[in-house]
């Protein structure tokens, strides 16, 4: 009976601030806590992942400005290393003294010629040059009436029978001096020089027919080339 005349006379702000919260109000404050953390913790995501993406763009911008770069150099060393190997246009060269396929000495000279020479310098064993000769023929076939096309191989090795079998319809010379190969800059094959009648170096291509070198001899001659060849490939090896 005292507890119930006590609670009476008590402050209504009393009553409420000892009120017990009831379970609705519990689990609203929770939904709103719960909300309000998940909201935060989506921002920080968000941004968290902004972050990582600019990072990723920033470091993928610069691997692809130090690549171009490298690559630009390695063409530029590469086209100036080409260059020390090739004759340069304008160069004159001396006659070229060779033995021819039947064996005997002969000599390639340039002055009195009505007509500039192509030297098609290539070897037996060169796999670019046998899938090349096909480009080589057709120029010789085509154009045989402007140029004069002159072979020379590199190696004697097998040389009649590669000339044979490839029915090369040009003069082939081999046997060359040191002095000879050091002077015209020979040593990759296959490799093709247009010389004037005046022995004035007029092109200088190393390397089989294909890519922009192939435009740049078909330009040159006004011709259409073949292509490359297919080689066959190796048989398999029976168990």
């Not at 310098?121 to 080589?136: E, K, L, Y």
Request: net charge positive; proline share 5%; charged share 20%.
């Amino acid at each position: 009976m005292f507890l119930v005349v006590f609670l009476r006379h008590l402050h209504p702000r009393v009553l409420r601030r000892h009120t017990i919260m009831t379970a609705p109000d519990a689990t609203a404050n929770s939904e709103k806590n719960a909300h309000a953390l998940g909201e935060r913790l989506g921002g920080r995501r968000a941004r968290l992942r902004t972050t990582v993406l600019v990072s990723m763009l920033v470091v993928s911008v610069t691997l692809n400005v130090l690549l171009s770069r490298k690559v630009r150099e390695f063409n530029s060393t590469r086209g100036a290393a080409l260059a020390e190997r090739l004759l340069k246009v304008g160069t004159t060269v001396p006659p070229i003294a060779a033995k021819r396929l039947d064996g005997q000495q002969g000599v390639i000279c340039y002055k009195g010629a009505e007509q500039s020479t192509v030297l098609y310098i290539f070897t037996p064993p060169c796999s670019w040059c046998a899938r090349n000769v096909d480009n080589v023929k057709t120029l010789v076939d085509k154009k045989g009436d402007q140029y004069r096309f002159i072979g020379i191989s590199l190696s004697e090795k097998t040389l009649k029978e590669y000339v044979a079998k490839n029915e090369l319809n040009l003069p082939v010379y081999s046997g060359l001096s040191q002095e000879t190969v050091a002077t015209y800059k020979l040593g990759s094959t296959p490799q093709t020089l247009v010389i004037s009648p005046e022995g004035r170096v007029l092109q200088d291509w190393v390397g089989a027919y294909v890519g922009d070198q192939k435009s740049q001899v078909e330009a040159f001659f006004h011709v259409s080339l073949p292509g490359l060849r297919e080689l066959p490939k190796p048989e398999a090896v029976k168990n």
